[in-house]
């Protein structure tokens, strides 16, 4: 198992940073401008489509989509962004969790990165998540929530991603679709992108 020892500099803005981090892939990803993109496991045809297109042009921007390999949004993101996409996980990275999406991970693999604060073995429990999504979140420039609901995952990486000071923005949606991310916005904690290119200039740089 490959193990990095010296953190990416986001990370040190973390209260609880992880002690190292497993590795496969290709690390030069980290030199890279980073974005995070998270959402909704059950996200809707409309925003997987958005998703996808902001990934891919994200990746041929240069920018590098960092997300947590769940189905849904994350995955979406992954595999339209390869090989400029880092995937966090939730366990051991001998554990393919979660098993539906073997075939894109297996790809982040060996074509992309993969990170996890733990060693082979340990299994994806419950609150691991949660440890994930602070790495997910603390990695990247910004964070894009691309559909959430009120009380979600993708909700409380939001609130770290404003612990933080990372910039949050969303995707247009529909009322009664995404009440998260609508929340965000009407709230003023994150912004709209409404122009995928505009907003990859704004990390980007091939």
Do not use: W
Request: hydrophobic share 45%; proline share 5%; glycine share 8%.
């Amino acid at each position: 198992m490959n193990v990095l020892t010296e953190l990416p500099s986001g990370l040190l803005r973390l209260k609880k940073p992880p002690q190292k981090l497993y590795f496969e892939g290709n690390l030069a990803l980290l030199e890279r401008p980073m974005v995070s993109v998270v959402g909704s496991r059950k996200a809707s045809a409309y925003t997987r489509q958005c998703v996808e297109a902001l990934a891919r042009t994200l990746a041929n921007s240069g920018v590098c989509v960092v997300s947590g390999a769940a189905i849904g949004v994350d995955i979406a993101a992954h595999k339209a962004a390869m090989p400029r996409t880092i995937g966090i996980f939730a366990s051991g990275l001998d554990t393919i969790y979660p098993s539906q999406n073997k075939v894109a991970i297996n790809e982040i693999y060996t074509k992309a990165l993969a990170l996890s604060e733990y060693n082979e073995g340990e299994p994806p429990l419950a609150y691991r998540f949660l440890e994930r999504n602070r790495i997910v979140v603390a990695l990247s420039q910004a964070l894009v929530v691309a559909q959430a609901d009120t009380r979600s995952g993708s909700m409380q990486s939001a609130r770290m991603a404003k612990e933080l000071a990372v910039p949050i923005f969303t995707l247009p949606q529909r009322l009664g679709e995404s009440e998260g991310t609508n929340e965000l916005v009407a709230s003023g904690t994150a912004n709209l992108i409404n122009d995928f290119d505009a907003f990859a200039l704004r990390f980007g740089g091939k």
